[in-house]
C-alpha cells in the first residue's frame, strides 16, 4: 500500500537530504549499514524490556533506510549489489524486530503472542519472497495492505505504546494474511496470460487429446481381442461336440 500511495510522495520529500548527503560524499551501503545495526540494536533493547530505548534506536534503524534510496539517486551510486544489501538488511531488520518483540512478550509470559510475533516475521518473509520471486519472473509484484512499511510503524508504534503491543501484533498478521492473498491472486492472474502459460495450456490440452486417442485405441483393440477370442472358444466348443 505504502509503495502504490506515498512512495513518490516520501521520495520527494527524502530527495533534498539525499542530495546533501552526496555532496559530503556519504555512501548509500553506509546510511544501509547502520539502519541495519540500528534495528538489530533496537531489536536486542527490546528483547531485555529496554522499550523506551528500543523505540529510539528503532528510529534510528528507519531514518537511514528512508535515505539510503534517494542518497543513491542524487549520487548515481545506484547498483545491483546496492540493491542486494539493502533488500539482505530489510530481511534481517525485520527477523531481528520480531525476534526482540516474540522474546519480550515470551519473557514477560506472554507466549500466546510471542509465538503470534514470531509468526509475523514468517508471513513478512513470504511476502518478501513473492516480490522477488514473481520480479525475476518479469511479474509486478508490488502492493498489499501490510508492506515493509507498515509493518514498521505499526510494530513501532506498538513498541511505543505497549499495552496496545498485542492489538498491533494482530493487525500485522490479519494485515499480512491478507497481503499474501493479495499478491498471490495478482500474480497468479499475471502468469496465467503469460505466453508460455498460454503455450503450456495448448500443449497440455494436446496432450489430453492424444491420450483419449491412445486410450480409445487400446479400448477398441482390447474389444477386437475379446470378441476373436469368444469366437474361438464358441467354435471350439461347437467342433468339440461334433466330435462326441
Same mark, same amino acid.
Given at each position: 500500500?505504502?509503495? $502504490?500511495? +506515498? ?13 546533501? *548527503? ?10 544501509? /549499514?547502520?539502519?541495519?545495526? $540500528? ?5 536486542? @533493547?527490546?528483547?531485555?524490556?529496554? *522499550?523506551? =530505548? ?20 542524487? @549520487?548515481?551510486a545506484?547498483?545491483?549489489? #546496492? @540493491?542486494? +544489501? ?8 525485520? !527477523?531481528?524486530?520480531? &525476534? /526482540? ?12 503472542? /510471542?509465538? *503470534?510475533?514470531? !509468526?509475523?516475521? $514468517? =508471513? ?12 525475476? !519472473? ?5 502492493? #498489499?495492505?501490510?508492506?515493509? @512499511? ?7 508504534? #506498538? ?18 494474511? !491478507? ?9 497468479w492472474?499475471?502468469? &496465467? ?22 486410450? %480409445?485405441?487400446?479400448? %477398441? %483393440?482390447?474389444? /477386437? ?8 472358444n ?5 467342433? #468339440?461336440?461334433?466330435?462326441?
Amino acid at each position: 500500500m505504502f509503495d $502504490g500511495n +506515498f512512495r513518490m510522495a516520501v521520495d520527494k520529500r527524502t530527495a533534498p537530504l539525499g542530495r546533501l *548527503l552526496a555532496r559530503f560524499g556519504v555512501s548509500p551501503d553506509l546510511l544501509t /549499514g547502520i539502519g541495519l545495526v $540500528g534495528s538489530i540494536a533496537a531489536a536486542v @533493547a527490546i528483547g531485555y524490556g529496554e *522499550l523506551v =530505548l528500543g523505540a529510539v534506536l528503532l528510529v534510528l534503524g528507519i531514518v537511514p533506510d528512508l535515505l539510503d534510496g534517494p542518497l543513491a539517486k542524487a @549520487a548515481q551510486a545506484s547498483s545491483k549489489r #546496492g @540493491a542486494f +544489501f539493502d533488500s539482505f538488511a530489510d530481511r534481517v531488520s525485520d !527477523l531481528a524486530v520480531f &525476534s /526482540g518483540i516474540g522474546i519480550y512478550l515470551l519473557l514477560k509470559g506472554d507466549p500466546t503472542f /510471542g509465538v *503470534l510475533s514470531f !509468526l509475523g516475521y $514468517g =508471513l513478512a518473509s513470504l511476502i518478501s519472497y513473492q516480490r522477488a520471486k514473481a520480479e525475476s !519472473l518479469g511479474f509486478n509484484a508490488k502492493g #498489499g495492505l501490510m508492506e515493509r @512499511a507498515e509493518r514498521v510503524l505499526l510494530l513501532l508504534f #506498538g513498541v511505543i505504546v505497549p499495552v496496545l503491543l498485542q492489538v498491533v501484533l494482530v493487525v500485522v498478521v490479519a494485515g499480512s494474511i !491478507l497481503t499474501v492473498v493479495q499478491r498471490f491472486v495478482k500474480i497468479w492472474r499475471q502468469a &496465467s496470460h503469460h505466453p508460455d502459460r498460454l503455450q503450456a495450456a495448448s500443449r497440455m490440452q494436446n496432450l489430453r487429446r492424444a491420450n483419449r486417442r491412445r486410450r %480409445s485405441r487400446a479400448r %477398441s %483393440s482390447l474389444r /477386437g481381442f475379446l470378441n476373436a477370442y469368444d469366437m474361438r472358444n464358441f467354435n471350439g466348443r461347437k467342433g #468339440g461336440f461334433r466330435r462326441r
